[in-house]
């Protein structure tokens, strides 16, 4: 099986096409990318600027190049000596224009004799044979639809007519009734919907690839993908919906002759990859919550901590419980339909109310520490969560008791579905209870509220780093590593500035309090969240401020939310984000800070970034960040590129003619460039893994390990930690390292002798380096290099 080294993530539109992507190829290259990582290139909702609302499984899609742009691509790959790596989603479909939706048109057009009835995951006796599509602003709203060009039409919203059903001079309303759908108020989704979804996204329909016919069908194309040796791996997205994700991987990978795959999955502290799952390792976030908690200084926690209980008035929040309370939050709203599905199916014979059997498994999802199970592995967990709800509330008890075996059966026979469908839920509450709301109201430090992180955990010291790059090497060497995505609620430079924060606790309590005065916020804990993403992202334009302190109330859902916008708090917390711009205190205060910052989270950016392309695993850029990127979620953190800036100035570096100054935005090319290469070109050099321990009164601001793997030298790597202490500290002077060889480093050319080398002559240009044997060892044979 061959595997990358590296890869580069290129988000697709209409606005950068798959041709766009090929013409990046040999910039990539020189970059040091070993494989080019596509988002999702079916065809998806016209002008869907992610890929993840796929509409059509059956092509490529024309707005992001279509097939030639595919072929283009791929050609561009192989003549460069680059694989392809591609991000598909089997999980579900986009629906929110049926007519672009040929499986969905039908569905709708023929229900359950449509041939591809099996497809979506439709419970059709609890919508009396027919399927509810949350659209109306209430359910009297059907007196607005229409009929036109033989479709039924709601404003934009155009659904087809089942044959035989309608006539000229038939009222609309009364044409509704005969169909295979029933068009309703969109507050209804939350409790009356029949269909499975992607979290509580009503345009996202659940897809049934768990049935054979359904997997060939929507995998057709994939497949011809690696017929065609157009393609080199996968990444599975949100495999956790699946039904049966154990079997899903198998047969994919059997389908695409064991190439490398990779699956979305988020690891909760602790947890490990299924045993059964047939995949090379996850996507990454797991190796971010690692990286970005050993360059913050667990000093600083009780600061941080006293800094948020006063912004919140009383103590820091216990975090079980408050994810508790934002995960019952979800199963009573937004996913109560699901909740209710599962009511359905218990049997008969238990004379309860559906709500009660809701209640009671509401309660045992709230009391999960992780995102499933995949039964029988976790049937532990499962059991410790149905105690605990029963704990929690006695009332239930009974219903828990009756609940449990049930749950853990997963068989093949119908009996079964509850245990399975059970599975595919657990994961979605997580998501929305803990990852889009928990982390929105868990704010005493931006940093740790990231994707697959556990907040609880402030930092970890080089040590406690140390052992767990050890397992991943032992256990998921080709998993893959990462900063920042498409999904990341903070970009790893704006995190990296945060993190600084927790050197300076006294430093932002004084801030934030001083602009409560200035542009007092009467939510607390918002005003913690965003102050701390203004000043990561600062400067910043207005609108982009806006944006997200919008998105993150609403998410937070204490003084606002998406179903009902509180106007008069949006409108304070607009004015709070414009005296930003505007008061000139609250700006000068604003600027003095990110001044006192910035180095140091440029300083914690590099040491990030080496230690992320140096570490076990595949190391993945996201598109941008070899140069600074302050983002902020989704979609501030899927802006152009510009790719060309980027060609020439990674140009001019290599020609000597941009001196990359210690921190400047070229250093981080320079870092990002060098390292990519040396593992490309030397997989050697990474094959081990040595923690090295700096002796000195500075020893605990490095972190530092060799990639040697006993056989050999490998590369070393050296970042430096926490640097505001380091400056306070006197830098690192009477700091060193034992050298076992003579060693260059990639980043400054310069050579240093074996034996005891002070650190700060190593890191006299840069806060990290990379250093290599000298002289290099042979080189391995080009295809020994593949595994």
Known sequence: MRA??????????????????????????????????????????????????VTDTSKVDAERGGPEGLAALSQAAREAGLGVLVDIVPNH?????????????????????????????????????????????????????????????????????????FSDGDAAADVHARQHYELIGWRRADFDLNYRRFFAVNSL????????????????EILRWFDEDLVDGLRIDHPDGL????????????????????????????????????????????????????FIDDAGQAGIDAVSAKLRGSRITDYEETIHGTKRRVTDGILHSEMLRLARLVPASARLGVEHWADALSEIIACFPVYRTYLPEGADILRSACEQAGRRRPDLQGAVGILLPLLLDVGPDDGAEMGRRFQQTSGMVMAKGVEDTAFFRQNRLGTLTEVGADPTEFAIPAAEFHARMHRRLEQIPLSMTTLSTHDTKRSEDTRARISVLAELPAVWGQFVQRMQTLAPLPDGPLANLLWQAVAGVWPADRDRLHAYAEKAAREAGKSTDWADPQENFEERLAQVVDAAFDNPEAHRELEALVALLEPYGASNSLAAKIVQLTMPGVPDVYQGTELWDLSLTDPD?????????????????????????????????????????????????????????????????LLAFSRGDGSGQGALTLATRLPHGLEQGGGWQGTHIRLAGDMSDELTGRSFNAGEVPVGEILSSHPVALLKPEPLPDGPDPAATRV
């Open 4 to 53: 990358p080294s590296s890869s580069y993530r290129l988000q697709l539109s209409a606005d950068f096409t798959l041709f766009d992507a090929a013409s990046t190829v040999p910039y990539l290259k020189l970059l040091g990318v070993d494989w080019v990582y596509l988002s999702p290139i079916l065809t998806a909702e016209k002008g869907s600027t992610h890929g993840y609302d």
């Open 93 to 165: 479909m986009g629906v929110a224009t049926p007519k672009q939706n040929p499986w969905w048109w039908s569905l709708l057009k023929e229900g359950q004799d449509s041939p591809w009835a099996s497809s979506f995951d439709v419970d059709w006796a609890a919508g009396a044979g027919r399927i509810r599509i949350p659209v109306l602003d209430d359910d009297e709203d059907v007196a607005a639809l229409k009929i036109e060009d033989g479709e039924l039409c709601y404003y934009e919203h155009r659904f087809p007519l089942a044959t035989g059903t």
């Open 205 to 220: 329909a659940g897809l049934r690839v768990e049935d054979p016919k359904v997997f060939a069908q929507s995998h057709r």
């Open 243 to 294: 039904a049966d994700p154990e079997g899903y991987l198998h047969r994919l990978r059997q389908g695409i002759g064991g190439k490398y795959v990779l699956v979305e999955k988020i690891l909760e502290p602790g947890e490990d990859l299924p045993q059964g799952f047939d995949c090379e390792g996850t996507t990454g976030y797991d190796a971010l919550a690692d990286i970005d908690r050993v």
């Open 637 to 701: 953190n899927r802006r152009p590129v510009d790719f060309p800036a980027r060609w020439r100035m990674l140009e001019q570096l290599d020609e000597g003619g941009l001196p990359a100054s210690a921190v400047g935005a070229e250093t981080k090319l320079l870092v990002t460039s060098r390292a990519l290469r040396l593992r490309r070109t030397r997989p050697d050099l990474f094959r081990g893994y040595t923690p090295v321990y700096a002796q000195g009164p500075a020893a605990k601001h």
